[in-house]
């Protein structure tokens, strides 16, 4: 099984900073089959970024994301209001298609 | 509109079992996999079972190996769970998502349903 870790698990931020977000694969994630998503309070997850760097139909450009192999990079060049929500990677590279534990990316 | 409806949660006694259903509409049903996820109260997300669209193949998490059966029928436009042996820590919110790309699967979950409780209590 894949287990899969994410940093920092809260990143407090301001409106218009940068977010780094990491994802880190106990193994090498074939295919680079790495997706991220976005959840908010109450509300099922939104797909933000598959194949590890392509972005889904109607995400901002904002959100970017990038790496290969075991290390995985989501990046929300300027944040918005409406970004401060928890961000999930998940890989798919191997069943079990496990997701990270999150990172919550409040306001500081 | 592209969507999936679950039904079938409640509340069931530890060992008792329950069938879950994702109706999907607005989409080529048969071209699509489609995957079961929970999240427990407070907690993180947990993939549990995948099926590609012609059903043909199955994919399960070790935590609910031997105890669930994905299935679907694509005359209904339909996925079910069967969930047997249920634990306390099968307590949780299950969603039913739809991958993002027909016939290619493990591209990501791009409609999501609303989920249905499942409740675990003597």
């Known amino acids: 099984e894949i287990v899969l870790t994410q940093s920092p698990g809260t990143l407090s931020l301001s409106p218009g900073e940068r977010a780094t977000l990491s994802c880190r694969a106990s193994?090498?994630?074939?295919?680079?089959?790495l997706v991220w998503y976005q959840q908010k309070p109450g509300q099922a997850p939104r797909l933000l970024i598959y194949d590890a760097s392509s972005r889904a139909t109607g995400i901002p450009d904002r959100f970017s994301g990038s790496g290969s192999g075991t290390d995985f990079t989501l990046t929300i060049s300027r944040l918005e209001p409406e970004d401060f929500a928890v961000y999930y990677c998940q890989q798919y590279g191997g069943s079990p298609f496990t997701f990270g534990p999150g990172t919550k990316v409040d306001i500081k | 509109e592209v969507q999936v409806v679950e039904s079938g949660g409640g509340l069931v006694q530890p060992g008792g079992s329950l069938r879950l259903s994702c109706a999907a509409s607005?989409?080529?049903?048969?071209?699509?996999?489609i995957n079961w996820v929970r999240q427990a109260p407070g907690k993180g997300l947990e993939w549990i079972s995948a099926?590609?669209?012609?059903?043909?193949?199955?994919y399960y998490a070790d935590s609910v190996k031997g105890r669930f059966t994905i299935s679907r029928d694509n005359s209904k436009n339909t996925v079910y769970l069967q969930m047997n042996s249920l634990r306390a820590e099968d307590t949780a919110i299950y969603y039913c998502?739809?991958?993002?790309?027909?016939?290619?699967?493990?591209?990501?979950?791009?409609?999501w349903g609303q989920g249905t409780p499942v409740t675990v209590s003597s």
């Open positions: 607005g989409f080529n049903f048969d071209s699509y996999a």
């Open positions: 193994q090498s994630v074939s295919n680079n089959y």
């Open positions: 998502a739809k991958e993002q790309i027909a016939i290619r699967p493990r591209s990501g979950n791009d409609c």
């Open positions: 099926i590609t669209n012609s059903g043909g193949t199955t």
